[in-house]
């Protein structure tokens, strides 16, 4: 049997008749207040301010007290019921103007500020409890502070970014600022593939009674729109050759090189279609 402390002499006597009805059971179960604390989710020190009538307990510490000590719980929320009544009742006045809640707590025991009228929450209501919007607590200002310190960190680093960036698109060879690097020379491939730099070098010359551009020595292959070969460059330096320009001696028969092709046809009376044939051929190199 446990040897409580006596009871506050201005309690409520329906709080009194509460607090005695849950030590009576704790008492029954034979637990410590450690002990209860580990089978009920409330603490040690909590069960300490029920018991010692500091604190009004909740009703899920009542139902909790009354699972372990194996009794009905329905006496004890009545009690609780008629003693909440009473505890938010219990404000009397003091002689410097202020209030106090209920009784003082007992000496020699930890400070406490006294018993709150509303009772305590159990631990489903504590999880339930929606979290206090940005700005309802104290802690409201500190956050606000660091989304601030945080928002100006980030615009400092887009503006040292974006100022990097200027300096590396302004600046030339030497540091130089508006001088824009020159691009870099094309490379042969690229050279090939643009119709105003040829890739073939025409060194036209003339052996056996015909002319040659130093790229084939075909004289019979069909050639027409679309071909890309050598004979193609070939016929294209024999058509400049004639003063006769197909565009670029890039081996590609285009549009510029088809409507040469259709001049010389015109110029030694042959039939104007656009491909080079044997007769156009013995045109070009005669």
């Excluded at 410590?32 to 040690?44: I, V």
């Excluded at 590609?252 to 092709?261: D, H």
């Amino acid at each position: 049997m446990s040897r409580w402390r006596a009871l506050p002499a201005e309690l409520d006597p329906s709080v009194r008749r509460l607090v005695e009805s849950l030590r009576r059971l704790k008492d029954q179960s034979g637990l410590s207040l450690r002990q209860l604390a580990a089978r009920t989710e409330y603490s040690a020190k909590s069960w300490e301010r029920y018991l010692g009538g500091r604190t009004l307990p909740p009703r899920e510490a009542v139902e909790a007290l009354a699972r372990v000590g194996d009794e009905d719980p329905v006496r004890l929320l009545a009690l609780r019921e008629v003693a909440a009544q009473a505890w938010g009742a219990a404000r009397t006045p003091v002689q410097d103007g202020r209030t106090t809640d209920g009784p003082e707590p007992d000496p020699g025991s930890e400070p406490d500020p006294g018993p709150d009228p509303r009772p305590e929450p159990g631990p489903e209501q504590r999880d339930l409890t929606p979290a206090a919007p940005p700005g309802a607590g104290p802690s409201a200002p500190r956050s606000l502070r660091t989304a601030l310190v945080a928002g100006s960190v980030a615009l400092v680093l887009a503006i040292g970014s974006a100022a990097i960036l200027a300096v590396r698109l302004t600046d030339g060879p030497g540091g130089e600022t508006g001088t824009v690097p020159p691009p870099p020379a094309p490379s042969s491939s690229a050279a090939a593939a643009t119709p105003e730099q040829p890739a073939y070098a025409c060194r036209v010359s003339r052996a056996d009674g015909r002319w040659y551009a130093g790229i084939s020595r075909v004289t019979g292959e069909t050639l027409s729109y679309g071909d890309i070969s050598p004979e193609v460059a070939e016929a294209q330096c024999l058509l400049r050759r004639q003063g006769i320009s197909p565009g670029g001696i890039d081996g590609i028969f285009g549009p510029l090189t088809e409507k040469a092709v259709k001049e010389l046809q015109r110029r030694s009376h042959l039939v104007v279609d656009g491909i080079i044939g044997p007769h156009t051929w013995k045109a070009l190199r005669g």
